[in-house]
Nanobody
Framework: VQLQASGGGLVQAGGSLRLSCAASGRALSGYHMAWFRQAPGAEYEFVAA????????YYPDSVKGRFTISRDNAKIAVYLQMNSLKPEDTAVYFC???????????????????WGQGTLVTVSS
Protein backbone atom coordinates (compact mmCIF):
# COMPACT_ATOMS: atom_id res chain seq x y z
CA VAL A 1 0.00 0.00 0.00
CA GLN A 2 1.25 3.48 -0.85
CA LEU A 3 0.59 6.28 1.61
CA GLN A 4 0.52 9.98 0.85
CA ALA A 5 0.52 12.47 3.71
CA SER A 6 -0.60 16.06 3.24
CA GLY A 7 -1.88 19.06 5.14
CA GLY A 8 1.28 20.33 6.78
CA GLY A 9 2.26 23.96 6.79
CA LEU A 10 3.19 26.96 8.88
CA VAL A 11 0.91 27.91 11.74
CA GLN A 12 1.16 30.14 14.79
CA ALA A 13 1.21 28.70 18.27
CA GLY A 14 -2.32 27.97 19.39
CA GLY A 15 -3.50 27.30 15.87
CA SER A 16 -4.77 24.14 14.22
CA LEU A 17 -3.93 21.93 11.29
CA ARG A 18 -5.50 18.80 9.89
CA LEU A 19 -3.23 16.24 8.34
CA SER A 20 -4.52 13.67 5.88
CA CYS A 21 -3.08 10.35 4.84
CA ALA A 22 -4.49 8.85 1.67
CA ALA A 23 -3.83 5.32 0.53
CA SER A 24 -3.56 3.97 -2.96
CA GLY A 25 -3.45 0.43 -4.11
CA ARG A 26 -5.23 -1.16 -1.16
CA ALA A 27 -7.97 -0.49 1.33
CA LEU A 28 -6.85 0.61 4.78
CA SER A 29 -9.50 -1.26 6.68
CA GLY A 30 -7.13 -4.17 7.35
CA TYR A 31 -4.40 -2.01 8.87
CA HIS A 32 -3.69 -0.37 12.16
CA MET A 33 -2.77 3.21 11.37
CA ALA A 34 -0.54 5.69 13.12
CA TRP A 35 1.17 9.03 12.91
CA PHE A 36 4.78 9.57 13.92
CA ARG A 37 6.88 12.69 13.80
CA GLN A 38 10.52 13.50 13.58
CA ALA A 39 12.00 16.81 14.63
CA PRO A 40 15.43 17.87 13.33
CA GLY A 41 18.15 15.81 14.91
CA ALA A 42 15.65 13.68 16.84
CA GLU A 43 14.34 10.15 16.54
CA TYR A 44 10.85 9.18 15.46
CA GLU A 45 8.24 9.97 18.05
CA PHE A 46 4.87 8.29 18.30
CA VAL A 47 2.00 10.77 17.95
CA ALA A 48 -1.23 8.82 17.54
CA ALA A 49 -2.59 5.44 16.52
CA UNK A 50 -5.96 3.98 15.67
CA UNK A 51 -7.06 0.37 15.54
CA UNK A 52 -8.34 -1.32 12.40
CA UNK A 53 -11.97 -0.77 13.33
CA UNK A 54 -11.40 2.74 14.60
CA UNK A 55 -12.79 1.81 18.00
CA UNK A 56 -9.51 2.38 19.86
CA UNK A 57 -7.13 5.32 19.74
CA TYR A 58 -3.81 5.93 21.45
CA TYR A 59 -1.84 9.07 22.21
CA PRO A 60 1.24 10.00 24.19
CA ASP A 61 0.80 12.47 27.01
CA SER A 62 2.51 15.18 24.95
CA VAL A 63 -0.44 15.45 22.52
CA LYS A 64 -3.34 13.93 24.46
CA GLY A 65 -6.30 16.28 24.51
CA ARG A 66 -4.92 18.33 21.62
CA PHE A 67 -4.63 15.82 18.76
CA THR A 68 -7.29 13.50 17.41
CA ILE A 69 -6.75 10.63 15.00
CA SER A 70 -9.61 9.33 12.91
CA ARG A 71 -10.07 7.13 9.90
CA ASP A 72 -12.46 6.74 7.03
CA ASN A 73 -12.08 3.24 5.71
CA ALA A 74 -14.54 3.91 2.91
CA LYS A 75 -12.38 6.77 1.68
CA ILE A 76 -9.17 4.90 2.53
CA ALA A 77 -7.85 7.83 4.52
CA VAL A 78 -6.64 8.63 8.00
CA TYR A 79 -6.64 12.06 9.57
CA LEU A 80 -4.84 13.84 12.37
CA GLN A 81 -6.58 16.90 13.75
CA MET A 82 -4.07 19.00 15.65
CA ASN A 83 -5.31 21.80 17.89
CA SER A 84 -3.57 24.13 20.31
CA LEU A 85 -0.32 23.63 18.48
CA LYS A 86 2.93 24.42 20.22
CA PRO A 87 6.39 25.22 18.82
CA GLU A 88 7.59 21.86 20.11
CA ASP A 89 5.13 20.18 17.73
CA THR A 90 7.32 21.33 14.85
CA ALA A 91 8.42 18.24 12.93
CA VAL A 92 7.93 16.19 9.82
CA TYR A 93 4.83 14.07 10.32
CA PHE A 94 4.58 10.60 8.84
CA CYS A 95 1.60 8.31 8.53
CA UNK A 96 2.17 4.58 8.74
CA UNK A 97 0.24 1.34 8.33
CA UNK A 98 0.68 -1.95 10.18
CA UNK A 99 -0.82 -5.19 8.87
CA UNK A 100 -0.18 -6.84 12.23
CA UNK A 101 1.26 -5.85 15.60
CA UNK A 102 4.23 -8.17 15.51
CA UNK A 103 5.80 -6.37 18.45
CA UNK A 104 2.62 -6.13 20.45
CA UNK A 105 2.49 -2.42 21.13
CA UNK A 106 0.62 -0.32 18.57
CA UNK A 107 2.85 2.62 19.52
CA UNK A 108 6.06 0.95 18.33
CA UNK A 109 7.32 2.20 14.97
CA UNK A 110 8.82 -1.15 14.00
CA UNK A 111 5.32 -2.62 13.76
CA UNK A 112 4.60 -0.49 10.72
CA UNK A 113 5.15 -1.95 7.27
CA UNK A 114 4.26 1.06 5.16
CA TRP A 115 5.18 4.69 5.56
CA GLY A 116 4.16 7.88 3.78
CA GLN A 117 6.69 10.46 2.65
CA GLY A 118 6.04 12.94 5.44
CA THR A 119 4.57 16.40 5.65
CA LEU A 120 6.26 19.30 7.43
CA VAL A 121 4.49 21.08 10.27
CA THR A 122 6.07 24.28 11.53
CA VAL A 123 4.63 26.05 14.56
CA SER A 124 5.88 29.55 15.18
CA SER A 125 5.91 31.16 18.61
Amino acid sequence: VQLQASGGGLVQAGGSLRLSCAASGRALSGYHMAWFRQAPGAEYEFVAAISRSGSSTYYPDSVKGRFTISRDNAKIAVYLQMNSLKPEDTAVYFCAAASSLYYGDIRMSKNYDYWGQGTLVTVSS
